[in-house]
């Protein structure tokens, strides 16, 4: 996994290798669903993007408690809704 303009970049067919490895979670690369994603809240209609956007910004605030990303600085939420509807939002740290 390389690192272009601050994005990670994987060669087609290889990704399995990094989940195994440990790099998308505590102490790898990139931190994927630190609370356990929308699933481990439930699933609520409604409130899943509400969810996503309290715990992208707890981590960027450093206040996620045992969840905490260490130095987290962007955050990316992705929410596919009924009928299609789709956001994509990003976060990044603007004060100390």
């Avoid at 994987?10 to 195994?20: E, P």
């Avoid at 609520?44 to 130095?71: F, I, N």
Wanted: aromatic share 6%.
């Amino acid at each position: 996994m390389e690192s272009v303009a601050g994005a990670y970049v994987v060669a087609d067919g290889t990704v399995h290798k990094l989940v195994d490895e440990g790099a998308f979670t505590y102490g790898g690369k990139v931190v994927v669903n630190p609370s356990g994603g929308l699933i481990s809240k439930g699933h609520p209609l409604g409130a899943t993007g509400l969810a996503q956007c309290s715990e992208l910004t707890w981590q960027l605030r450093g206040k996620a408690d045992k969840r905490q990303v260490k130095d987290a600085k962007i955050a990316l939420q992705h929410n596919i809704g009924l009928d299609g509807a789709v956001v994509v939002t990003m976060y990044k740290k603007g004060f100390a």
